[in-house]
Structure formats: structure tokens, C-alpha cells
């Protein structure tokens, strides 16, 4: 329970104080406990004569039991956190979270997709759109061993990252176990019900970021937008006006006199005129 405390820190809350707690026979002090540290998801560790070493994952809708999930461990392949001698990881990083193993993989919900479902929301924290790579850290690694007489055990291993030079553009990365080591097999389940898990699952409308219309991002990045125009009448446009080319009043009637120009035939011109008195000579 420490190392798992030490993995989740500084998003979680140990209680040391030993409580009789049953959570498959009386799920009320957990629905409590659930309410008053705003928490959906509790780990409870126990051991009796009958399941020793025994870890709980309860999950829990609006304070109220979801689901539940036994695991028992094995005590002979345990190793602490503090029995490897080797440099932690920060608190409050994400991990890379690795699953392996065709139990994981079932398309039919069974107790093993059960448990890599419940898993995946104890180590992935809050959700977050992007990831520092230097914030990369440790991996959690969980792997479905072979078939046995109870079903394939669920080992857990922990992993720190070390980027190397490599001369090339992308470092040479290299894992080194940091622990805790945990071998589990599954014990009791409940299985939530199918309306509480719809209503579970459910997303509220107003949390969906609503796409814009006629907006889109191409390839480099841009931003594209289409704008729709209607019919536009150019009579009634705005153009810029000239003081230059402004006319005073009274001056355009004259401009139109003088615009007036008498078109005269040359032939007419030419042709002599009738009727035109002679010239008499007098001496």
C-alpha cells in the first residue's frame, strides 16, 4: 500500500488506521469515505487467514459502490520500492502505461478486461491534452502471464527511463526496474450494472467542445474559414469622391452649350450657288 501511495502522490490520500471493512458484505463506510474525500476510486488492503494479502479496487459513481475487484499478492515475489537501490522518479508525473497479454485483449468483458479497465484509472491521473517528454519518466508495465490452475496471474513491474546520446536525432532509451514488484491473482469481482455503467459512461453536452462551422485546419496548420455572401447590389456602393472632380453650379449648362459643334458637308461647299446676281461692267 506505501509504494502504491509513493507511485500516486501527490493525488492521493492514505489512511493508516485499521477499520473492520468488508467491502463485498457492507459497502457503506466506503460510500462514506467515497463522499467526504471526493474520491472515485479506493484501494483497501486487508489480509486474513482465509484471503492474505489482499488488495480491493472499488470504483464508485456520484458516492455509490460501481464495481469491485479482489486481488491477492504474492508475498514470496514481492520486492518494495525501497529494496531497489536505484534513483525514483518524481512525484506527480504520468506514466506510460503498457498492457501485454491476449487475456487483456478479450473482445468479451471478462475479470481480466475488468482489471486492466480499473488499472488503467489508478496510474493515468488527471487527463491532459499535451505531455512535457521530459516528464516522461517511469513506465508501469502489466502483463498477463500463461494459464495456470486459477488463471493467468497479472504481474506488475515499474520502470525507469534513461535517455542516452545515440548521434543520431533521437536519443537511445533504456529502462531500468525502480519497483515496487507485484504478482497478483484475481480473486472476487462485481461487475457494475449495465444502467449505472451507461449513466457512468454518459457525457454531459455541455462538456463537448462544439466544432465550428465551415472552419478547418489544413495540413501546415492554418486556419481556414468559408464565408458566405449574399447577392451584393454595386449601385448602391460607397466609392470614394474627389473634390477635383466635383462640377459648380450653374456651370454645367454652359458646359453643355459649348459641347454643341455644327457638323458642315464639303460638298455642299463646292457646288456653285443659283440664282446669284451677275457682275455688270462699267467703263
Not at 503498457?98 to 493515468?124: C, E, H, I, Q, W
Not at 454645367?252 to 459641347?259: G, L, Q
Request: aromatic share 6%; hydrophobic share 30%.
Amino acid at each position: 500500500m506505501s509504494d502504491l501511495y509513493s507511485l500516486k502522490k501527490p493525488t492521493s490520500i492514505k489512511f493508516t488506521k485499521n477499520n473492520p471493512i468488508h467491502p463485498f458484505e457492507d459497502a457503506s463506510s466506503l460510500e462514506f469515505f467515497s463522499n467526504k474525500n471526493d474520491a472515485s476510486l479506493i484501494v483497501i488492503g486487508s489480509n486474513s487467514k482465509k484471503r492474505p494479502h489482499c488488495l480491493t479496487l472499488v470504483r464508485t459513481f456520484e458516492y455509490r459502490i460501481l464495481d469491485m475487484l479482489e486481488l491477492y499478492l504474492d508475498k514470496d515475489s514481492f520486492r518494495s520500492l525501497a529494496q531497489f537501490k536505484n534513483r525514483k522518479c518524481a512525484y506527480g508525473l504520468k506514466p506510460l502505461l503498457l498492457f501485454t497479454g491476449t487475456s487483456f485483449d478479450s473482445p468479451t468483458p471478462n475479470v481480466y478486461t475488468l482489471a486492466k479497465n480499473m488499472l488503467t484509472d489508478l496510474f493515468r491521473g488527471q487527463e491532459s491534452s499535451e505531455v512535457d517528454v521530459e516528464g516522461l519518466q517511469h513506465i508501469v508495465c502489466i502483463n498477463a502471464g500463461e494459464e495456470g490452475e486459477q488463471g493467468p496471474r497479472i504481474n506488475l513491474r515499474v520502470y525507469l527511463i534513461h535517455t542516452k546520446k545515440s548521434g543520431r536525432k533521437l536519443p537511445r532509451v533504456e529502462v531500468e526496474e525502480m519497483g515496487p514488484r507485484m504478482d497478483f491473482r484475481i480473486g472476487r469481482t462485481k461487475e457494475a450494472e449495465d444502467s449505472a455503467m451507461k449513466e457512468a459512461l454518459a457525457k454531459s453536452r455541455h462538456l463537448e467542445s462544439k466544432g465550428k462551422k465551415n472552419v478547418q485546419t489544413d495540413v501546415v496548420g492554418d486556419k481556414i474559414g468559408r464565408i458566405h455572401l449574399g447577392r451584393q447590389d454595386l449601385g448602391t456602393l460607397q466609392t470614394r469622391k474627389m473634390k477635383g472632380l466635383k462640377r459648380e453650379r450653374g456651370v454645367e449648362a454652359e458646359e453643355d452649350d459649348h459641347d454643341e459643334i455644327e457638323f458642315i458637308d464639303d460638298e455642299d461647299e463646292d457646288e456653285p450657288v443659283e440664282n446669284a446676281p451677275k457682275k455688270s461692267r462699267i467703263d
